[in-house]
C-alpha cells in the first residue's frame, strides 16, 4: 500500500487473528546521523509503525512532518494507542541532543489532526523492559524490532529494486546468438522496406 509520497513501503506485516501486531517498514531518504550529523553520503532511514486494529494514517502526516523538520533520524518504531504516541529511539542519540528531540517531536504530536497526543519516549534497547508503552507495544515492538533492521544504512548497488531483474542469469537477451564470424545472409539488410525510394 502506498502512505505517502515521501515514504517507500517495504512491507506490511498483517495483523493476527486476534486483529493485533500489525505493522508497516518504510524507508526514507536520509541525509543526518541519529545525532543530525549531516553525513557525507545520502542514506536510507528504515523505521516501522506498529498500528492499533486500524491504521491511523494521521501518523503518516507527523513523519512527514519530522522528515520537513530532520527530526526522524533517531526514530525506529512509532506506535499510537488511545491518545498517546510511543517513540523508540536510537539509544546512541546523544543526550544533550535528546531535549531537542523530544521537544520537537511533542510539538509534532500535539498538533496531530482533531486531537492533541501526548508523547511516550523509549530507547530501543530498553523496549521490552518494565512498563514503559500500552500493552500493545510491550507485547509486539521487541519482535517488530528483533525480526527488522531498522535505522540508518548506506545506500547499495544491491537496494535498487528491480537488482534480481537485472542480474545476467535473469536476462533474456531473445534469439540464439549468432556464431563469431557468420554473418547474415545479407550483410547490407538493415531491415528497411523494399518499398520505400532512397
Request: aromatic share 14%.
Amino acid at each position: 500500500m502506498i502512505y505517502s509520497r515521501m515514504l517507500y513501503t517495504e512491507h506490511d506485516n498483517p495483523a493476527n487473528e486476534d486483529n493485533e501486531g500489525g505493522y508497516t517498514v518504510f524507508s526514507t531518504q536520509q541525509t543526518l546521523d541519529i545525532n543530525y550529523t549531516p553525513l557525507d553520503v545520502v542514506c536510507m532511514q528504515k523505521f516501522a509503525v506498529l498500528w492499533e486494529e486500524t491504521h491511523d494514517t494521521r501518523v503518516i502526516d507527523l513523519i512527514e512532518q519530522a522528515i520537513v523538520m530532520q527530526q526522524l533520524s533517531p526514530v525506529k518504531l512509532l506506535h499510537a494507542s488511545k491518545g498517546t504516541l510511543y517513540i523508540a529511539y536510537d539509544a546512541r542519540l546523544d543526550g544533550e541532543l535528546l531535549e531537542d528531540f523530544e521537544e520537537a517531536w511533542v510539538d509534532i504530536a500535539s498538533g496531530v489532526m482533531y486531537d492533541s497526543w501526548t508523547t511516550v519516549f523509549i530507547k530501543d534497547k530498553n523496549v521490552g523492559q518494565g512498563y514503559d508503552g500500552g500493552r500493545l507495544f510491550r507485547k509486539y515492538v521487541p519482535g517488530v524490532l528483533a525480526a527488522n533492521a531498522l535505522g540508518i544504512t548506506g545506500y547499495t548497488a544491491d537496494m535498487f529494486l528491480f537488482w534480481e531483474d537485472w542480474k545476467p542469469e535473469n536476462i533474456d537477451f531473445g534469439s540464439e546468438p549468432m556464431e563469431r564470424g557468420v554473418l547474415p545472409d545479407d550483410p547490407y539488410d538493415f531491415g528497411f522496406s523494399d518499398d520505400v525510394k532512397f
